[in-house]
């Protein structure tokens, strides 16, 4: 099976590159682990709060760099983070529905390894997911978002998903 983002990483003791940004592999136990322990030392919505932000880094600039780096328009922008999102093994992105105008996005994710990772849950987990999306939609709605994951995995439904909505 291809894969453009693996096929283009360069490797350099001690340093993945893909096109200039440095990018390291870390297990989804990692990830969840860390998780866990936030919640139990700063309590659950500070854990999602402080989770959410760390994504938003990631969102954030990428978009940023592939719309001065790479001239990608905002619609190329959101296409190229669901591909790379899949091929860098964050799960299995599709875009559900995109308005520009209304600063609207939804998207799904399939096979989340974050919610694989974390376990059964009652409500969802996949707190970086929502932050890099939520990064994503600043980026591409020019100004701040409303980031919601509407269902998850880890409680038991078929897919994670995220709806986006730029804030009036």
């Given at each position: 099976m291809e894969n453009s983002i693996i096929e283009q990483l360069e490797f350099e003791t001690?340093?993945?590159?893909?096109k200039g940004v440095r990018y390291m592999f870390i297990r989804p136990e990692v990830i969840a682990t860390l998780h866990k322990l936030?919640?139990?030392?700063?309590?659950?919505e500070k854990c999602i709060e402080m989770m959410m932000a760390a994504g938003n880094v990631g969102g954030s600039k990428s978009s940023q760099r592939y719309k001065e780096v790479f001239g990608y328009s905002e619609q190329e922008i959101v296409e190229f983070m669901c591909k790379m999102g899949g091929e860098i093994g964050w799960g299995i992105f599709s875009l559900e529905h995109l308005d520009l105008e209304k600063g609207q996005m939804v998207l799904e994710v399939g096979d989340s390894p974050f919610a694989a990772a974390y376990g059964e849950a009652e409500s969802g987990v996949c707190h970086l997911i929502r932050g890099v999306m939520a990064g994503l939609g600043e980026g591409i709605f020019g100004g701040r978002v409303?980031?919601?994951?509407?269902?998850?995995?880890?409680?038991?439904?078929?897919?994670c998903r995220f709806e986006v909505t730029r804030e009036t």
């Open positions: 001690g340093h993945l590159n893909y936030l919640e139990a030392e700063v309590g659950p409303s980031s919601v994951e509407t269902a998850c995995a880890a409680k038991g439904d078929a897919r």
